[in-house]
């Protein structure tokens, strides 16, 4: 591997801070930063400079185009590259960008999913620069991150959602933290550290699988003989494709100025992991989208592809984005460090209360914000979380909340030291809490880790339900705090009433067991193992109330995404049960008619040889495998005729539904026989690489 300075080229393709300051005259910086870090309004008669000195910027990068990037309602990013090209006189171009077209682009918006808020003939849409969010330079162009919405104003993206809910928290916590006096902060933001598993396999069984190639994921296979029952993949040393991968990874993501910290073997076969930095949410955002689209993209350059499916394997883990969410000042206070003495510590334990609240009362936005066709694949098993929201804060905390909630003396726990019995190994001091995998909402010192969100998804959503559910809090607990007449003494009630309330979310066990379910229900907790059970409640009152409350999402906004989310689980189960039609018809069937019938021929000439021989064990071999064969066919006639009606049904959230139900099931069903058939067929007859193939063989 090539030596990387890390300094030098770390941001190196980004217009960020630095190259502003170096290329912007010192006001239009300090109007833009201003802009940047205290959330205001831009000025717009600074856009022209910003815009010329970004695009000789971008060209010395070797930039000849532009593009407003944006995140349309599809799951993943969008962008139309325009070159700086202006035609001039005697044949002639010139390089222009105004700052116009910095600020506003005009995309068409028909094509983009719109829930119905946009018809099909009305195209125009917008795209509107966020300053927040550094531009930088990708593939000859310059990238600009945008928000999208229609012509009628409505929010078509995941982004514009997620900076109200910044603007929200940000000035709802912004009133908490003046009541306890500090005056120096100007903005309370939240900040995302997203953690990224997935699965690299090589590009030959990639291409192999029609089920991969056009789902992401396995719709058959068999368990290989060994997954991860040894443990020995879990943090292993890396494949030396794999390692040099991840070198390069990492040095396209610094470019970008994605802080790319951590890499290591996760849990399964062919399993990997990325952590980044923690940072601002809509960068952290951004950040993560570039992420997932640089490692499918530089995988196949060392013969492998990249899968972000949060289940591409049956009976092994799969992967999850761990979203960890922190809440802090302009100024660099981290508000939920509970500090030495959190029993002392009344801001921080304020700050708890009010998200413990947050996460009560919105636990079915939260889940909803984790739900897809591929979680529903994923939640409940192999150290991902189960369906139900519940929240873990570890022992000492849940010392103190429950001697708060009970009103007893909370007796802080003496943190020891650990001696590892050898004097050249130091003791260490061990941490407060332990840690709970099985818990979907976790405390683990200094930040929350929402655990459920899939490895494939945009995190946007999530942490615009996490700060417009916490800005709620914040804005209920103000309202009854700016009136106080003793404020020490109502914020204790305060947080003690809180507490009380919401008791109910928080749980420390084994987020797995039969028990805490049938304790869930008891609690009055939402359960919806599914994604259509979760989408139904998307635009539920209470919700319409809240996104509403700080203009995050209007009520014909949330509708349109309710409507969105269930015709993409409706294509996605559509596109998973035609690609099972088509192997089944196409290469399980074919290929296994064939060894019947080689095998019926080698034990006709057996016979013919041996006269007299039983040959009872292949008589019954051969036997097994025309039953297994016979419930093949029938299992592919019943999902085909469930897939037909299926298609048929108008509604989108009858055939979500009919989806999950009916079609789902026949799937399992079909793939139960097929997979029967894998485990007897000699080897050289199977049509597509097997599990042991792919996790084991492919890239080692």
Same mark, same amino acid.
């Given at each position: 591997?090539?030596?990387?300075?890390?300094?030098?080229?770390?941001?190196?393709?980004?217009?960020?801070?630095?190259?502003?300051?170096? #290329? =912007?005259?010192?006001?239009?910086?300090?109007?833009?930063?201003?802009?940047?870090?205290?959330?205001?309004?831009?000025?717009?008669?600074?856009?022209? !400079?910003?815009?010329?000195?970004?695009?000789?910027?971008? !060209?010395?990068?070797?930039?000849?185009?532009?593009?407003?990037?944006?995140?349309?309602?599809?799951?993943?990013?969008?962008?139309?590259?325009?070159?700086?090209?202006?035609?001039?006189?005697?044949?002639?171009?010139?390089?222009?960008?105004?700052?116009?077209?910095? /600020?506003?682009?005009?995309?068409?918006?028909?094509?983009?999913?719109?829930?119905?808020?946009?018809?099909?003939?009305?195209?125009?849409?917008?795209?509107?620069?966020?300053?927040?969010?550094?531009?930088?330079?990708?593939?000859?162009?310059?990238?600009?991150?945008?928000?999208?919405?229609?012509?009628?104003?409505?929010?078509?993206?995941?982004?514009?959602?997620?900076?109200?809910?910044?603007?929200?928290?940000?000035?709802?916590?912004?009133? /908490?933290?003046?009541?306890?006096?500090?005056?120096?902060?100007?903005? @309370?933001?939240?900040?995302?550290?997203?953690?990224?598993?997935?699965?690299? /396999?090589?590009?030959?069984?990639?291409?192999?699988? #029609?089920?991969?190639?056009?789902?992401?994921?396995?719709?058959?296979?068999?368990?290989?003989?060994?997954?991860?029952?040894?443990?020995?993949?879990?943090?292993?040393?890396?494949?030396?494709? @794999?390692?040099?991968?991840?070198?390069?990874?990492?040095?396209?993501?610094?470019?970008?100025?994605?802080?790319?910290?951590?890499?290591?073997?996760?849990?399964?076969?062919?399993?990997?992991?990325?952590?980044?930095?923690?940072?601002?949410?809509? !960068?952290?955002?951004?950040?993560?989208?570039?992420?997932?689209?640089?490692?499918?993209?530089?995988?196949?350059?060392?013969?492998?592809?990249?899968?972000?499916?949060?289940?591409?394997?049956?009976?092994?883990?799969?992967?999850?984005?761990?979203?960890?969410?922190?809440?802090?000042?302009?100024?660099?206070?981290?508000?939920?460090?509970?500090?030495?003495?959190?029993?002392?510590?009344?801001?921080?334990?304020?700050?708890?209360?009010?998200?413990?609240?947050?996460?009560?009362?919105?636990?079915?936005?939260?889940?909803?914000?984790?739900?897809?066709?591929?979680?529903?694949?994923?939640?409940?098993?192999?150290? *991902?979380?189960?369906?139900?929201?519940?929240?873990?804060?570890?022992?000492?905390?849940?010392?103190?909340?429950?001697? !708060?909630?009970?009103?007893?003396?909370?007796?802080?726990?003496?943190?020891?030291?650990?001696?590892?019995?050898?004097?050249?190994?130091?003791?260490?001091?061990?941490?407060?809490?332990?840690?709970?995998?099985?818990?979907?909402?976790?405390?683990?010192?200094?930040?929350?880790?929402?655990?459920?969100?899939?490895?494939?998804?945009?995190?946007?959503?999530?942490?615009?339900?996490?700060?417009?559910?916490?800005?709620?809090?914040?804005?209920?607990?103000?309202?009854?705090?700016?009136?106080?007449?003793?404020?020490?003494?109502?914020?204790?009630?305060?947080?003690?009433?809180?507490?009380?309330?919401?008791? #109910?979310?928080?749980?420390?066990?084994?987020?797995?067991?039969?028990?805490?379910?049938?304790?869930?229900?008891?609690?009055?907790?939402?359960?919806?193992?599914?994604?259509?059970?979760?989408? *139904?409640?998307?635009?539920?009152?209470?919700?319409?109330?809240?996104?509403?409350?700080?203009?995050?999402?209007?009520?014909?906004?949330?509708?349109?995404?309710?409507?969105?989310?269930?015709?993409?689980? #409706?294509?996605?189960?559509?596109?998973? *049960?035609?690609?099972?039609?088509?192997?089944?018809?196409?290469?399980?069937?074919?290929?296994?008619?064939?060894?019947?019938?080689?095998?019926?021929?080698?034990?006709?000439?057996?016979?013919? @040889?041996?006269?007299? @021989?039983?040959?009872?064990?292949?008589?019954?071999?051969?036997?097994?495998?025309?039953?297994?064969?016979?419930?093949?066919?029938?299992?592919?006639?019943?999902?085909?005729?469930?897939?037909?009606?299926?298609?048929?049904?108008?509604?989108?959230?009858?055939?979500?539904?009919?989806?999950?139900?009916?079609?789902?099931?026949?799937?399992?069903?079909?793939?139960?026989?097929?997979?029967? =058939?894998?485990?007897?067929?000699?080897?050289?007859?199977?049509?597509?690489?097997?599990?042991?193939?792919?996790?084991?063989?492919?890239?080692?």
């Amino acid at each position: 591997m090539n030596k990387v300075n890390v300094p030098e080229i770390f941001g190196s393709l980004v217009f960020g801070e630095e190259v502003m300051k170096e #290329r =912007l005259p010192h006001d239009v910086y300090l109007s833009l930063m201003n802009t940047i870090e205290a959330g205001t309004e831009i000025d717009p008669t600074i856009a022209d !400079i910003v815009a010329d000195a970004m695009k000789n910027w971008a !060209i010395e990068l070797g930039a000849t185009h532009f593009t407003h990037w944006f995140q349309p309602l599809t799951g993943v990013t969008a962008e139309k590259h325009d070159a700086f090209l202006t035609p001039a006189p005697h044949g002639k171009a010139i390089m222009e960008f105004s700052g116009k077209v910095l /600020i506003k682009g005009e995309p068409d918006a028909s094509s983009f999913p719109s829930g119905g808020l946009r018809a099909t003939f009305e195209a125009r849409g917008y795209t509107a620069w966020d300053p927040a969010s550094f531009a930088f330079v990708k593939d000859g162009s310059l990238y600009i991150p945008t928000a999208f919405c229609s012509y009628t104003g409505e929010a078509l993206d995941t982004k514009t959602p997620l900076l109200r809910s910044m603007d929200a928290i940000g000035k709802e916590g912004l009133r /908490i933290v003046r009541l306890f006096g500090d005056k120096d902060a100007r903005r @309370v933001n939240t900040t995302v550290g997203a953690e990224q598993e997935y699965f690299l /396999i090589s590009d030959e069984d990639f291409k192999a699988r #029609r089920d991969i190639f056009y789902c992401g994921r396995t719709l058959f296979g068999a368990p290989a003989v060994k997954g991860q029952e040894l443990d020995d993949h879990y943090f292993g040393t890396l494949p030396t494709r @794999v390692g040099e991968y991840m070198h390069e990874l990492d040095v396209e993501l610094w470019k970008l100025g994605i802080s790319a910290k951590t890499k290591h073997n996760e849990s399964a076969p062919a399993q990997h992991e990325l952590a980044p930095v923690y940072e601002t949410t809509n !960068i952290a955002t951004d950040h993560n989208l570039l992420t997932m689209e640089c490692m499918k993209r530089l995988a196949p350059k060392y013969g492998m592809a990249c899968l972000l499916a949060e289940k591409p394997f049956r009976g092994i883990n799969g992967s999850g984005k761990h979203n960890n969410w922190s809440l802090g000042t302009d100024t660099g206070k981290n508000l939920l460090k509970p500090g030495k003495t959190p029993k002392d510590n009344k801001p921080f334990l304020l700050m708890l209360a009010a998200v413990i609240k947050a996460v009560d009362d919105y636990q079915d936005l939260l889940r909803i914000s984790a739900a897809t066709a591929g979680n529903d694949c994923r939640l409940g098993g192999h150290e *991902a979380p189960p369906a139900i929201i519940s929240m873990f804060l570890g022992d000492e905390l849940d010392t103190l909340v429950n001697s !708060i909630v009970t009103g007893t003396e909370f007796r802080e726990a003496d943190r020891k030291y650990m001696s590892f019995g050898s004097p050249t190994v130091p003791a260490i001091r061990r941490d407060n809490t332990d840690r709970n995998r099985t818990s979907p909402f976790a405390f683990t010192g200094n930040k929350f880790e929402f655990r459920m969100v899939g490895s494939s998804q945009n995190i946007s959503l999530a942490n615009t339900v996490l700060n417009t559910a916490v800005a709620k809090s914040f804005s209920d607990f103000a309202d009854v705090l700016e009136k106080a007449e003793n404020f020490d003494e109502a914020v204790d009630k305060l947080i003690a009433d809180t507490l009380r309330a919401h008791n #109910r979310i928080l749980f420390s066990g084994n987020s797995y067991s039969e028990e805490w379910e049938k304790e869930a229900k008891r609690r009055g907790l939402s359960n919806f193992k599914t994604a259509p059970e979760a989408y *139904a409640h998307f635009d539920d009152e209470k919700n319409v109330m809240l996104f509403e409350k700080f203009g995050v999402m209007s009520r014909v906004e949330l509708k349109s995404r309710r409507e969105i989310y269930f015709a993409n689980y #409706r294509k996605i189960k559509n596109i998973e *049960a035609k690609t099972m039609l088509e192997m089944a018809s196409r290469d399980y069937i074919p290929a296994v008619t064939r060894y019947i019938g080689d095998l019926s021929l080698s034990l006709k000439n057996t016979a013919s @040889v041996l006269p007299g @021989v039983a040959l009872n064990p292949e008589k019954a071999h051969l036997e097994k495998l025309c039953a297994l064969l016979s419930e093949v066919y029938s299992a592919k006639d019943e999902l085909e005729a469930l897939e037909n009606r299926a298609i048929g049904i108008e509604n989108t959230e009858e055939a979500a539904f009919f989806y999950c139900k009916e079609v789902a099931a026949a799937m399992d069903r079909l793939r139960e026989a097929v997979d029967s =058939l894998e485990v007897i067929t000699a080897r050289e007859y199977w049509p597509v690489p097997t599990y042991g193939d792919m996790t084991y063989g492919g890239i080692l």
